[in-house]
């Protein structure tokens, strides 16, 4: 098998003082950081932080306000794989993948350096050179046996790598976008959220992939077990100062000095607002007491013992002396701000009345989505089930999720949803609205709420001023997410179905919704792979849909 890694390179990419804005808004301020080799770094931080625009300024495909960046040695490669895929019309699966490793502009570079040399224009020796380095580094050589191997085991058949990328489906479309990073051999590798819609078999070769890696590498993840397997450092993004502090260590590591972190954080400023509030109701006290010993000294007939007087004035002094010392003392009190708190998504689900004892019902289903088929098959889901649909890429999960909706049309069988269920469903590739149309207006039309209630939920799941006029596909897949969870909140329902739904979100966003479906009693449908969901959220039934030639997976229920 051709290795999926060259041997090393000891290459490092370091960013100094990068600062950036977007839309006028601060996202980055002063960041510094540097990738050396053998280096596995996870960027975390809530949506919103700057995880994305840091890759992007590191790849170069983003230019940052100030700040810079090194490469050693300077021809050194980095590749970036994006969060979304961008699917190009007419493009196949196997042009796709030459692209995105950086084979497709590598084998172009080294022709036109080829061309000059033998028209021997001046310098073209150089260029053809490094040219020929670049096309080397980036495994040209050896591309077309090395993509034979890697599609093949990943279930990528011939038939696939000549079909256009964009009518591939979801979990077609997840093995592409792992194939594109087994076989990248950039000296430097950045990856926004890898494992997103990866089946079990796929994480489990990503893993590997990023742990026996010896060149840098940094991903942005929200896959807790995923971080844990393979990170050795953390850098986290802080949204309220828009800088990074580097952890070393695991995602364990970070974990428990995060938290540790926190903690003496607030003990410093509970001992610090004590102390403060001490010493104020004390000068409060001193003051009065001396302001009374003055007034009544005034009122006081005179008094013919003046040593009685003098002793009641030098009390007097005495105390105002002493509030002196004690708001001396208070104001030389060092400060301790208190720790931010940033915005966290409060999340519930509404639930609708109970419906009746079955929800949803296939009975000899045949379904066809261009050439891919399932059924025929029968399957029914009771109330309160809570069923875990599982399978790997491309066994048709998001199809049979859709057929017993009835957002597709059935060949031949029954589909049948009870009278009482409402369903919310949220979406693999999260394109549940209008993509030209307004967020808030999307919302509205769905939520049933009017525009201040709708304006004022979306804020509590961070979608504010600047995100509710924007039209839905200028959001990003976070946002997006965000606002279709917030429907669930809008409206009542009775009959969930989450295809992905940790996709997209923050790690703080993953945790709110693990503990609002471990509060939900209706009836749950989870198309996951996220290891810590599955484990937090009690499923009662697990559906496999597993491949059995190509037109027919079979779907059995674990005992």
Same mark, same amino acid.
């Not at 802080?238 to 003496?264: I, K, M, N």
């Given at each position: 098998?051709?290795?999926?890694?060259?041997?090393?390179?000891?290459?490092?990419?370091r960013?100094i003082?990068?600062?950036?804005?977007?839309?006028?808004?601060?996202?980055?301020?002063?960041?510094?950081?540097?990738?050396?080799?053998?280096?596995?770094?996870?960027?975390?931080?809530p949506?919103?932080?700057?995880?994305?625009?840091?890759?992007?300024?590191?790849?170069?495909?983003?230019?940052?306000?100030e700040?810079?960046?090194?490469?050693?040695?300077?021809?050194?490669?980095?590749?970036?794989?994006?969060?979304?895929?961008?699917?190009r019309?007419d493009?196949?699966?196997?042009e796709?993948?030459?692209?995105?490793?950086?084979?497709?502009?590598?084998?172009?570079e080294?022709?036109?350096?080829?061309?000059?040399?033998?028209?021997?224009a001046?310098?073209?020796?150089?260029?053809?050179?490094?040219?020929?380095?670049?096309?080397?580094?980036?495994?040209?050589?050896?591309?077309e046996?090395?993509?034979?191997?890697v599609?093949?085991?990943?279930?990528?058949?011939?038939?696939?790598?000549?079909?256009d990328?964009?009518v591939?489906?979801?979990?077609?479309?997840?093995?592409?976008?792992?194939?594109?990073?087994?076989?990248?051999r950039?000296?430097?590798?950045?990856?926004?959220?890898?494992?997103?819609?990866?089946?079990?078999?796929?994480?489990?070769?990503?893993?590997?992939?990023?742990?026996?890696?010896?060149?840098?590498?940094?991903?942005?993840?929200?896959d807790?077990?995923?971080?844990?397997?393979?990170?050795?450092?953390?850098?986290?993004?802080d949204?309220?100062?828009h800088r990074a502090?580097?952890?070393?260590?695991?995602?364990?590591?970070?974990?428990?000095?995060?938290?540790?972190?926190?903690?003496?954080?607030?003990?410093?400023?509970?001992t610090y607002?004590?102390r403060?509030?001490?010493?104020?109701?004390?000068?409060?006290?001193?003051?009065?007491?001396a302001?009374?010993?003055?007034?009544?000294?005034?009122?006081r007939?005179?008094?013919?013992?003046?040593?009685?007087?003098d002793?009641?004035?030098?009390?007097?002094?005495?105390?105002?002396?002493?509030?002196?010392?004690?708001?001396?003392?208070?104001?030389?009190?060092?400060v301790?701000?208190?720790?931010?708190?940033?915005?966290q998504?409060?999340?519930?689900?509404?639930?609708?009345?109970?419906?009746?004892?079955?929800?949803?019902?296939l009975a000899?289903?045949?379904?066809?989505?261009?050439?891919?088929?399932?059924?025929?098959?029968?399957?029914?889901?009771?109330?309160?089930?809570r069923? +875990?649909? #599982?399978?790997?890429? =491309?066994?048709?999960? $998001?199809? %049979? @999720?859709?057929?017993?909706?009835?957002? /597709?049309?059935?060949?031949?069988?029954?589909?049948?949803?009870?009278?009482?269920?409402v369903?919310?469903e949220?979406?693999?590739?999260?394109?549940?609205?209008?993509?030209?149309?307004?967020?808030?207006?999307?919302?509205?039309?769905?939520?049933g709420?009017?525009?201040?209630?709708?304006?004022?939920?979306?804020?509590?799941?961070?979608?504010?001023?600047?995100?509710?006029p924007?039209?839905?596909?200028?959001?990003?897949?976070?946002?997006?997410?965000?606002?279709?969870?917030?429907?669930?909140?809008?409206?009542?329902?009775?009959?969930?179905?989450?295809d992905?739904?940790?996709?997209?979100?923050?790690?703080?966003?993953?945790?709110? +919704?693990? #503990?609002?479906?471990? =509060?939900?009693?209706g $009836?749950? %449908? @989870?198309?996951?792979?996220?290891?810590r /969901?599955?484990?937090?959220?009690?499923?009662?039934?697990?559906?496999?849909?597993a491949?059995?030639?190509?037109?027919?997976p079979?779907?059995?229920?674990?005992?």
């Amino acid at each position: 098998m051709p290795a999926l890694h060259p041997s090393p390179v000891a290459a490092t990419l370091r960013a100094i003082g990068i600062s950036h804005s977007l839309g006028g808004h601060p996202v980055l301020d002063d960041v510094s950081v540097s990738l050396g080799p053998d280096t596995r770094m996870g960027v975390i931080g809530p949506n919103g932080a700057g995880k994305s625009t840091l890759l992007r300024v590191l790849g170069g495909l983003l230019v940052p306000d100030e700040g810079a960046l090194e490469r050693s040695p300077p021809t050194a490669t980095v590749g970036y794989l994006a969060q979304e895929h961008e699917r190009r019309p007419d493009e196949t699966v196997a042009e796709h993948l030459r692209r995105v490793t950086g084979v497709t502009d590598a084998d172009t570079e080294l022709q036109a350096t080829a061309d000059a040399l033998a028209a021997a224009a001046p310098g073209s020796s150089d260029r053809y050179a490094d040219a020929l380095e670049r096309w080397t580094g980036l495994g040209a050589s050896d591309f077309e046996a090395r993509l034979v191997e890697v599609t093949a085991r990943l279930g990528l058949s011939d038939a696939v790598l000549a079909r256009d990328v964009a009518v591939l489906s979801g979990g077609q479309m997840a093995r592409t976008a792992l194939a594109g990073i087994l076989l990248s051999r950039h000296d430097v590798l950045l990856l926004d959220e890898p494992t997103n819609d990866l089946d079990f078999a796929g994480l489990e070769l990503l893993e590997s992939f990023v742990r026996d890696r010896a060149q840098p590498t940094m991903l942005v993840s929200h896959d807790r077990a995923f971080l844990d397997r393979t990170v050795d450092h953390v850098l986290e993004l802080d949204e309220h100062t828009h800088r990074a502090r580097l952890y070393r260590g695991g995602w364990s590591a970070y974990v428990a000095e995060r938290e540790a972190d926190r903690r003496h954080a607030e003990e410093a400023y509970g001992t610090y607002a004590a102390r403060r509030r001490s010493l104020s109701d004390r000068a409060q006290r001193e003051r009065q007491w001396a302001t009374s010993g003055a007034g009544k000294e005034k009122r006081r007939p005179r008094d013919h013992d003046t040593a009685q007087r003098d002793f009641r004035i030098n009390r007097t002094e005495q105390l105002a002396s002493r509030a002196r010392r004690t708001e001396r003392a208070l104001e030389r009190l060092e400060v301790v701000d208190k720790p931010w708190e940033g915005w966290q998504l409060r999340f519930e689900i509404a639930e609708a009345p109970r419906a009746g004892s079955v929800v949803a019902r296939l009975a000899g289903a045949v379904v066809e989505r261009g050439s891919f088929g399932l059924g025929p098959l029968d399957l029914e889901v009771g109330w309160g089930d809570r069923v +875990l649909l #599982a399978g790997p890429n =491309g066994s048709g999960k $998001t199809t %049979l @999720v859709l057929a017993l909706l009835g957002r /597709l049309p059935l060949v031949s069988g029954e589909c049948w949803l009870g009278p009482s269920v409402v369903v919310g469903e949220l979406g693999q590739r999260r394109e549940r609205w209008d993509p030209t149309t307004p967020l808030i207006d999307a919302f509205l039309g769905e939520s049933g709420l009017d525009r201040s209630e709708g304006r004022s939920l979306l804020a509590k799941f961070g979608l504010g001023a600047a995100e509710v006029p924007r039209p839905v596909g200028q959001l990003s897949p976070g946002e997006r997410t965000r606002a279709e969870l917030a429907c669930f909140q809008a409206r009542g329902v009775n009959f969930l179905v989450l295809d992905e739904p940790t996709n997209h979100l923050d790690l703080p966003a993953v945790e709110q +919704l693990e #503990a609002a479906l471990c =509060g939900y009693t209706g $009836t749950l %449908l @989870v198309v996951s792979h996220d290891r810590r /969901l599955l484990e937090t959220i009690d499923v009662t039934r697990t559906l496999d849909l597993a491949p059995s030639g190509e037109r027919s997976p079979v779907l059995t229920e674990r005992a």
